[in-house]
């Protein structure tokens, strides 16, 4: 099997474990060279430009979530006005990382302590996946585990002081990509992209 060298660019850390994992579960040889992770979705806007012209060179993978944009294709669009090149794979999560771990509700469920019924069916229809995420982890049997993932009493954070590193760590050790996909679409989409992704060298 052939070496795929890859640059990634990804909102956070979360979004960092989420795709590695994923590129090692595809099984191509890919192999990451740089990660840019400079300020979430702003930052991946601002220089979306740059990385399509430089991946004339080397593939490049850009990881970004949905939010409140209609769809993919009119993200893309909007970022990218000119034409894409063939080894930039521009991936959106519908709407957020967070639908893609959610999608694996049985070992998540398990992670967070918490009943399966409390965790979505249809995580990719969520409008705010990030927030159905942490109102599952409020139930949780584990103080540890909601204090880690929760809000404080009183603070206007949408997630709590370890969120990233809770879930990054599931995401490392017990998320179940294949039965994710079976309730994801946004994720199944990806996943294929990078089992037939295969870069082209100029001469």
């Given at each position: 099997?052939?070496?795929?060298p890859?640059h990634?660019?990804?909102e956070?850390?979360?979004s960092?474990?989420v ?11 890919y ?5 840019y ?11 979306v ?5 430089a991946?004339?060179?080397i593939p ?12 993919p294709?009119a993200?893309?669009e ?14 959106v999560?519908v ?6 771990l ?12 918490v ?11 969520l409008?705010d996946p990030k927030?159905a995420?942490v109102d599952a ?10 204090n880690?993932?929760v809000?404080r009493p ?5 997630q709590?002081?370890d ?9 490392l050790t ?9 309730v ?5 989409r ?8 295969t870069?082209?060298?100029q001469?």
């Amino acid at each position: 099997m052939s070496m795929i060298p890859v640059h990634l660019a990804v909102e956070d850390e979360l979004s960092e474990a989420v795709l590695r994992r994923m590129l090692h579960h595809s099984n191509r040889g890919y192999h990451v060279g740089t990660t840019y992770r400079r300020g979430g979705f702003g930052y991946l806007r601002r220089t979306v430009r740059g990385w399509n012209r430089a991946a004339v060179g080397i593939p490049f993978i850009i990881l970004t979530d949905l939010d409140q944009y209609a769809c993919p294709r009119a993200l893309i669009e909007e970022w990218l006005p000119e034409p894409q090149q063939s080894n930039l794979l521009f991936r959106v999560a519908v709407r957020e990382v967070e639908s893609w771990l959610l999608a694996d509700a049985e070992n998540l469920s398990k992670h967070l302590a918490v009943h399966r019924k409390w965790l979505p069916g249809r995580p990719d229809a969520l409008p705010d996946p990030k927030a159905a995420l942490v109102d599952a982890a409020r139930r949780s049997r584990s103080s540890g585990l909601r204090n880690r993932i929760v809000p404080r009493p009183g603070s206007t954070a949408k997630q709590g002081p370890d969120y990233n590193g809770c879930l990054v760590a599931f995401v490392l050790t017990t998320w179940d990509i294949e039965a994710a996909r079976a309730v994801s679409p946004s994720l199944a989409r990806t996943v294929k992209k990078l089992s037939e992704f295969t870069p082209t060298w100029q001469r």
